[in-house]
């Protein structure tokens, strides 16, 4: 008989292990990212800085996630979770070193973010099919709810202690403590055991990213999928860069109150991956779509918050609806993907979903001060809830898809329209 809990995917102890070691490794990474881009801002006051350094680092995310991919399809995901881990840990530490030693200058920054995003470009779409192997088919749903979860539990506290810091002591300890928080990452995929993965046998098609393009390309409910995310994660889901310029620049207030903010849009977000987990239900592309645009417009309601507190109560709702689009949106992919192809599929998604923020960032920044910064925020609601509707209105007759697919039949469908 099936398990209905939302909590049944801890039933896997593989699970259990690495859910408790990324849930100190999301804390650690929150912590960073409010300390980075609040060093940016102490170093160069400027807003296009920070857009710039949030592009690069998720540049790798447009080079390399396919690639990963491919290797997530062909190689052991433990293996290579390690070595992204550890790359991970590393580059922060020596962002941490150079800060307290007071060497750090900004093209230090530019330079180590690239590194950490480059490391999380491998990192993602490895760590996302490897869930698959950790709980099965049937828990896949759940498991990424849960570690949505876990990832906003993270950014509830991560924020917070990040900004008490560096009240406190400055910038320096936010970055040590993410470079500690690997280490408990890596102890956890070293007590994995193989034995208990979920280990799909049949065969498999070779580990070309060509054949996962063909895949997604005769896929139209997955395309649909794609570019909502694409306008929602390039133009939407910069509230690190909001957050820090309506906190400093349009309510003049400091470190704790900025921490404070990503604290705050984490209940929101937080709440939503919590109801997902115990509905667990398939959403479709037409719930996704239509999620996506209004979170467009409650980031536009959001940027016309007059004062802080407002700005403060309005963000767990624009949270709430933007972390459910994208739960949904992750599982329909995982969920409706052959298990040959799903790491390919997903070094897609995933390039897809961070690939624009390398050009949105720093055009999100120059924006911000050419335009103004609530313009700018309201600018880029607009887009990207039009992006859906747009969408749906192209494609409302293909956003249809079976339960599961698999990759040659689609690969074949796809020779013979050619």
Known sequence: MKETGSLRSFRH??????????????????????????????????????????????????????????????????????????????????????VITHHVQIWHVFVLAFFLGLFGALDAPVRQAFTSEMVGKSDLANAVSLNSANFNAG????????????????TGPSFLLNAASYIFVIGSLLAIRESDLFLESGPKSSAKAIEAIRYVRARPDIIAVMITVFFAGTFGLNFQIYNA??????????????????????????????????????????????????????????????????????LPIVGMIALTTMISANSYIQGHTDPAIRGRVMGIYLMVFMGGTPFGSPLIGWLCTQIGVRQSIALCG?????????????????????????????????????
């Open 245 to 314: 310029l309506m906190a400093t620049q349009i309510f003049h207030k400091g470190p704790a109150s900025y921490g404070l903010l990503g604290t705050i849009i984490a209940i929101g977000s937080l709440s939503a991956a919590i109801l997902a987990a115990r509905l667990d239900t398939r959403r479709g592309v037409r719930f996704i779509l239509r999620f996506a645009s209004i979170f467009g417009g409650t980031l536009v309601l959001a940027s016309l918050a007059p004062s802080y507190l407002l700005y403060a109560a309005a």
């Open 13 to 98: 102890r593989n699970f259990r292990l690495l859910f408790a070691s990324n849930l100190i490794s999301n804390i650690g990474s929150w912590a960073q990212r409010i300390a980075q881009d609040w060093l940016v801002l102490e170093l160069t006051h400027s807003g296009r800085d920070l857009g710039l350094v949030t592009g690069l680092q998720f540049l790798p995310s447009l080079i390399f996630s396919m690639y990963a991919g491919s290797l997530a399809d062909r190689m052991s995901k433990r293996k290579l979770l390690l070595i992204t881990n550890a790359g991970g840990g590393l580059t922060s530490l020596i962002l941490g070193l150079l």
């Open 155 to 170: 950014r509830l506290i991560g924020p917070g202690i990040s900004g008490l810091l560096i009240a406190a002591f400055h």
């Open 382 to 418: 607009l887009l990207t809830s039009i992006a859906p509707i747009t969408v749906f209105l192209l494609m409302r007759d293909r956003l249809i898809a079976p339960a599961s697919i698999k990759v040659d039949d689609v690969l074949e469908t796809f020779y013979e329209n050619k």
